[in-house]
């Protein structure tokens, strides 16, 4: 028969295994938690889309603007990226915003889709405008300049801001815009 000592020493155990799981299991959530696939957004036909369909892809994502100064040049820039390396898993993830002196009037819908095929922007998947600074900025927004401390204060600075999320949901890398020329600054980890 078991002793009173042996009893205890197996309820410790049993506690600290339980304790070890509830930890792991925790931890597993908070990490999803900081992930871009734990996020679900509207396409620009306001359809919900959970980003958990694009895990395992390599990420870029973008706000964009159709009335900014680097709005054609930008455009060809992603739609090239498209090409080359869209067949090896690249997804570009475009978030219109009109933030940034009201540089996207367009309405989300049918109006965005026919300002990007006039354009000829081939630029990935669209989704419907949001504001990715202040107190309405959308979730996906706030996870992403929580996670690049280098931001400026924290905030998009501008049009055409890109971020490089990993295959895992982690951004990886941002990609500010100079607004004195119309080149892209090289990463910020």
Known sequence: MPSKWHLMAA???????????????????MQWAQ??????????????????YIAGHVLVIVNIASQCGLTGQQ???LTQLLAKYGERGL????????????Q???????????HLR???????????KIEVNGPGAA??????????????????????????VDRRGQVYAHFPVTLSGCSVKGPNK
Request: hydrophobic fraction near 40%; include cysteine.
């Open 11 to 29: 309820n410790a155990c049993v506690t600290t295994i339980v304790t070890h799981h509830r930890l792991a299991v925790q931890l597993f959530e």
């Open 118 to 128: 006039q354009e000829g922007a081939k630029i990935g998947d669209v989704f419907a």
């Open 139 to 164: 979730p996906l927004y706030k996870l992403l300049t929580r996670n690049r401390s280098n931001l400026r204060g924290g905030k998009i600075e501008w049009n055409f801001v890109k971020f490089l």
């Open 35 to 52: 992930s871009v696939h734990s996020h679900t957004v509207l396409d620009t036909f306001h359809q919900r889309v959970d980003l958990q």
């Open 75 to 77: 455009y060809a820039g």
């Open 104 to 114: 996207m009037p367009q309405s989300d819908g049918q109006e965005m889709m026919d």
């Open 91 to 102: 997804r570009i993830l475009n978030f219109p915003c009109n933030q940034f002196d009201q």
